[in-house]
């Protein structure tokens, strides 16, 4: 890893994560992390667990007193140049050993979740009364500051504040999985986002961010500035859905027509599919008759807005040539593709393979069809 510029430092440990031994990092083979914007980032750490007379002799190395035992908590930082940057904050929840075919030829594979497993271990059945969705997040969040957890939740456009004398809010689940659907009703998202200091994290509820500064280019067909190999696009054309049908409001009795044509989110393509094929997009009804007006126009509107993504891109990113980290739940630009596919796009997961001398990452962009919206997009080393 020296060869591109890119340190890689594991810390872990029971409690507070400290960086690992040297004799555990010199047997260190390979770290894979996974993240996606929709679900929680995954983890494996793979270690030589061969043994021999001097080391090993009772028990497989790794086993006893080891800092990445079950539950211990596990940071992996990557520094390009001088930065560095948290790539995951998490949780081990399987230690498998596999003996080799041949002598030393043994691996220890440790594997586990980012930290929002912490609010996925408990079912709980409470109420939440005269508290709206986002007083409901704030409340949920708040106490686990304490295992280094920080909220940042944004506000929905809606607003139904709850009478006790007509509803109570209700939660049947884990926190992460309430948290979750609160999200989905909004159009939300809710995720764990590492760092930025080892041993903390950011937990973010509210929209997709699909606006701000993009990440430097992903560069395609352009000979030496290429650093994406085996790019492919593709079209899921069943995706986009129109939402239609009518809610009686619980409160007054009267039914109003609810109907959500299009998406609401910033467009990333000049051709969006909803709209160039308005006629052929499949259209739901909507099923929710038990809310007021304003939550079922934003449930319907959320539904429709999850379902615009509607072209997809993969391919395996070079980080040697990239010179960086490209981080799911954000903005890239690629280049190089043509006018259809060039242009800004979403990323939607990333799967980070590092082992000595190595280090590449597997993507997945997603946008609402085709055509660039910009003339240009940044091209640099990613920080």
């Known amino acids: 890893m020296p060869a591109l510029g890119l340190r890689l430092t594991v810390l872990a440990g029971p409690t507070i994560p400290v960086p690992l031994p040297a004799p555990f990092t010199a047997r260190l083979r390979s770290v894979v992390v996974t993240e996606n914007d929709e679900e929680r980032s995954v983890f494996t750490l793979t270690f030589d667990a061969g043994r021999s007379a001097a080391d090993g002799a009772l028990d497989v190395p790794g086993l006893q007193s080891s800092p990445v035992a079950a539950f211990s908590r596990v940071v992996v930082v990557l520094t390009f140049g001088l930065v560095p940057m948290v790539l995951l904050d998490g949780i081990v929840t399987e230690v498998r050993l596999t003996p080799g075919d041949q002598p030393g030829g043994a691996t220890l594979d440790v594997t586990g979740e980012d930290v929002s497993y912490l609010l996925d271990r408990e079912e709980r059945d409470t109420e939440h009364p005269a508290l709206d969705d986002y007083p409901q997040v704030l409340t949920i969040l708040a106490p686990y500051a304490a295992k280094g957890i920080v909220p940042m939740a944004l506000p929905p456009v809606d607003f139904d504040p709850p009478l006790p004398i007509d509803r109570v809010p209700t939660q049947h689940g884990t926190d992460l999985a309430h948290l979750t659907?609160?999200?989905?009703?909004?159009?939300?998202?809710?995720?764990?986002?590492?760092?930025?200091?080892?041993?903390?994290?950011?937990?973010?509820?509210?929209?997709?961010?699909?606006?701000?500064?993009?990440?430097?280019?992903?560069?395609?067909?352009?000979?030496?500035?290429?650093?994406?190999?085996?790019?492919?696009?593709?079209?899921?054309?069943?995706?986009?859905?129109?939402?239609?049908?009518?809610?009686?409001?619980?409160?007054?009795?009267?039914?109003?027509?609810?109907?959500?044509?299009?998406?609401?989110?910033?467009?990333?393509?000049?051709?969006?599919?909803?709209?160039?094929?308005?006629?052929?997009?499949?259209?739901?009804?909507?099923?929710?008759?038990?809310?007021?007006?304003?939550?079922?126009?934003?449930?319907?509107?959320?539904?429709?807005?999850?379902?615009?993504?509607?072209?997809?891109?993969?391919?395996?990113?070079?980080?040697?040539?990239?010179?960086?980290?490209?981080?799911?739940?954000?903005?890239?630009?690629?280049?190089?593709?043509g006018w259809s596919h060039d242009g800004l796009w979403y990323v939607r997961k990333v799967e980070h393979e590092l082992s000595r001398g190595s280090y590449h990452q597997r993507f997945e962009l997603t946008r609402d069809g085709h055509g660039s919206t910009v003339p240009a997009v940044p091209v640099g080393r990613a920080g």
């Open 181 to 337: 659907e609160l999200a989905r009703r909004h159009g939300y998202v809710a995720y764990v986002v590492p760092g930025p200091a080892p041993g903390t994290s950011t937990f973010y509820w509210g929209p997709p961010v699909r606006v701000g500064v993009p990440q430097p280019a992903l560069s395609v067909d352009l000979g030496p500035e290429t650093n994406v190999s085996g790019m492919s696009f593709r079209v899921e054309a069943l995706a986009p859905a129109t939402v239609s049908g009518a809610v009686t409001d619980r409160r007054t009795g009267a039914a109003t027509p609810v109907r959500s044509p299009a998406s609401l989110r910033p467009p990333l393509s000049a051709l969006p599919l909803l709209a160039t094929h308005a006629g052929d997009v499949r259209q739901r009804r909507l099923r929710d008759a038990s809310s007021n007006t304003v939550g079922a126009v934003a449930r319907a509107q959320a539904e429709v807005d999850r379902s615009a993504d509607a072209v997809i891109a993969e391919g395996t990113l070079d980080g040697a040539r990239y010179g960086g980290v490209l981080r799911p739940r954000g903005l890239v630009g690629v280049r190089g593709a």
